[in-house]
């Protein structure tokens, strides 16, 4: 009840301009809305990618005044064969607080109640912090890789060569590149 719109803008994909919009998370929001504004002037558009392999892509269809919500964790991207593709788009935090303090509580609780999703994203949060941020940060990464996270195998690994351990960054960049994760080669 007390969610709050954010930060919202209007998104365009032209033939001159922007045509892709790389796979990612909206960590930084509880959740998304996506409003298709002219749906049937382009192909391609907004996708769903469950799995690091690009092979799993599903384009999610529109009509004009749809609007597609999804929470912070999942997997998308917008690609954009043909024509001009508007959206709108709004990212939506769970109170104002958060908002204006940029935080992201509901992913603590996510990770302290094991979704390795919320694992990884704010084990991405905490190696940017301080010293012991950074700490909690490896292990969170260490929990989520461990648990099958693709996307947590590839930054610990590159985390961890960065820090001078290569053995074990070979390692978990090893497994997400096993796993299809292509950035980890």
């Not at 929001?29 to 799993?56: E, I, K, M, W």
């Not at 969170?140 to 099958?148: E, I």
């Not at 693709?150 to 960054?169: C, F, I, K, N, P």
Request: proline share 4%; with cysteine.
């Amino acid at each position: 009840p007390d969610a709050v719109v954010c930060t919202s803008l209007v998104r365009r994909y032209l033939n001159d301009e922007r045509r892709v919009h790389p796979t990612h998370r909206d960590s930084h929001a509880l959740c998304t809305a996506v409003l298709s504004l002219n749906a049937g002037h382009f192909s391609g558009g907004l996708y769903v990618q469950p799995q690091p392999d690009p092979r799993t892509r599903e384009f999610v269809p529109f009509d004009c005044g749809d609007l597609a919500v999804h929470q912070y964790d999942l997997l998308h991207g917008v690609q954009v064969f043909a024509g001009k593709r508007y959206s709108m788009v709004f990212w939506i935090q769970d109170r104002l607080a958060s908002c204006l303090n940029n935080e992201t509580p509901w992913k603590e609780v996510a990770a302290s109640a094991g979704n390795v999703d919320a694992m990884a994203a704010r084990a991405s949060e905490l190696s940017r912090g301080t010293e012991s941020d950074q700490k909690r940060g490896r292990e969170l990464y260490r929990r989520a890789a461990d648990l099958g996270h693709v996307g947590a195998m590839r930054d610990l690994g590159m985390l961890l060569e960065q820090t001078g351990s290569s053995e074990e960054a070979f390692h978990y960049l090893h497994l997400a590149a096993k796993a299809g994760d292509g950035a980890a080669l």
